[in-house]
């Protein structure tokens, strides 16, 4: 009997002593990263940001909700631009339990997006809810991955602008075809999702599935209700608080599963394709002799064999591309709607160019329609926020103290989001019409980390250019046809709708009056 008892005693002090050694090296470690972090702090003269007042301060889940319901009334980046005015450019949130630093200083933004860019990665936890439709991909990786992929792409979209605006032509025909000539309203907006969404698919995959024919098909409508579905889910999963990411993550919805499931059933068919067609071919020179169209998935699948990975690289492709131009362009008639003094001003330039065909050169020169482009970028999107997250400890330039000043010392594993929403509605940026559509404020202006609607630095949109040009040769081919327009919309104000870029809630509803 006492043998078993000195047998316990001894397994209880052996417990003890483990649990003591254990909370003795975390409290150790902990010390140990504190003072790491003070030293690095006071090596930099680093302060801290200002804090946002949450009412939940472990998870932060009342700013999610605040979020969620702005998000539902159409006003979402509008909430981060009150954010800004009352805490500051730049300040600290809780999110799902961990800091994040938000941003508008233009320093902050240029320091994360070119001159510590090394320093940042894509969010993992944002990377993961999306991962079961989109993957790992170039969107995802950093690093060498990252770069191989980049280098790939990136020329493939500078080759296929010059070879571009022909192609673009002969569905922007079948375009023009289906919108009223009568003065009748019609909302642009879908018709102009249509649009893209054949352009896009062409460029990605050599094919379009017939999305500005009369009576779309089967084929096509059920290819894109999946697609907005899973992008919905997509959207969903990533910006979920504490509880709801986790559930997200544990047990997958199955309205989402067999949404991006058939998504991925036709990119596979075109993957399948695009490796039979390029088995023994080589990639394309970087000035090929004879100028060719394009087609970004054969060009990809001469460098990447594994179909699973190829997927997942044309998909990232996709996406963007698919919203990019679209937007932009529905945008852009959303605003000269209700300003059709622009409008005029716009066909008379339009006018002026001729019956002489018109080539990529002579639509870069198009001024008036550049102007038009970034300011409505400027004021409406295409996106709000740049999220990225601190893969080593770093440092931001500016934000910190009380009067904003000083460094910010930034954690590995941190959340900085550059609100590039915000900026562009700055007042001491862009003076106190800032929130006015005024494209005449571009005469002559050279902007730099102030206005990054595309990102900036190694990491910003290859396809950036493609979105102006497709954006632009659509407004110009809509002036010259069409003497004027006119808001349908009682509406006024821009609601916007986040799935994922920006578009309006209430559609584009407008009418077009033939000389």
């Not at 961990?98 to 090394?118: D, F, G, M, R, S």
């Amino acid at each position: 009997m006492e043998a078993l008892f000195l047998q316990r005693d001894s397994a209880i002090i052996f417990l003890v002593c483990t649990v003591l050694a254990v909370t003795l090296s975390l409290l150790y470690s902990k010390w140990r990263r504190n003072t790491q972090i003070r030293a690095l702090k006071n090596q930099y003269g680093c302060k801290d940001p200002n804090k946002y007042p949450h009412t939940d301060r472990v998870w932060g889940s009342d700013m999610v909700e605040a979020r969620r319901k702005a998000m539902k009334e159409g006003r979402f980046f509008k909430l981060y631009d009150t954010q800004f005015e009352l805490y500051g450019k730049t300040f600290e949130e809780i999110w799902r339990g961990k800091p994040l630093i938000n941003t508008t200083e233009p320093a902050n933004v240029q320091k994360v997006a070119a001159l510590a860019h090394e320093d940042y990665g894509k969010d993992p936890e944002r990377l993961m809810a999306q991962a079961p439709f989109l993957g790992p991909s170039i969107l995802s990786h950093h690093g060498p991955v990252w770069k191989h992929a980049r280098a790939m792409v990136r020329p493939i979209f500078a080759r296929a602008e010059l070879s571009d605006i022909d192609h673009l032509a002969s569905y922007a025909d079948r375009f023009m075809k289906l919108v009223p000539e009568d003065g009748s309203m019609v909302d642009v907006q879908p018709l102009i999702r249509r649009l893209f969404l054949d352009v896009t698919m062409d460029f990605i995959f050599g094919k379009s599935l017939g999305f500005l024919q009369p009576e779309v098909p089967a084929e096509a409508t059920k290819f894109l209700e999946a697609f907005m579905k899973a992008q919905e889910w997509a959207v969903k999963r990533r910006d979920a608080g504490w509880w709801d990411f986790r559930r997200y993550r544990y047990n997958e919805d199955k309205e989402f599963k067999d949404a991006y499931t058939t998504v991925h059933r036709y990119v596979d068919e075109q993957v399948a394709r695009a490796l039979r067609e390029t088995m023994n071919d080589k990639p394309a020179p970087e000035d090929p002799p004879v100028r060719k169209r394009y087609v970004l998935l054969d060009e990809m699948a001469k460098e990447i064999r594994d179909p699973i990975q190829l997927r997942y690289h044309v998909l990232a492709v996709f996406v963007p591309g698919r919203d990019g131009a679209g937007r932009a362009a529905s945008n852009m008639i959303f605003q000269l709607a209700r300003h059709p003094n622009i409008w005029t001003q716009l066909r008379q330039r339009a006018l002026s160019v001729g019956d002489a065909p018109l080539t990529f050169e002579k639509l870069k020169s198009l001024a008036e329609f550049r102007y038009v482009f970034h300011e409505t970028v400027r004021t409406i999107g295409p996106v709000g926020r740049i999220w990225r997250v601190a893969i080593r400890d770093t440092i931001l330039p500016i934000g910190g103290g009380p009067d904003q000043k000083s460094p910010i010392f930034v954690a590995r594993g941190t959340a900085v989001v550059s609100g590039t929403w915000a900026m562009c509605h700055d007042k001491e940026i862009w003076g106190d019409d800032a929130n006015d559509f005024r494209p005449d404020r571009w005469i002559g202006r050279k902007t730099l980390w102030e206005f990054v609607p595309f990102w900036g630095g190694p990491r910003n949109c290859p396809a950036q250019q493609q979105v102006m040009t497709h954006a632009m040769y659509l407004l110009f081919r809509l002036t010259r046809r069409f003497e004027c327009i006119e808001n349908c919309d009682p509406v006024l104000e821009y609601i916007q709708n986040m799935s994922p870029s920006v578009e309006s809630r209430n559609g584009v509803k407008v009418a077009f009056k033939s000389p």
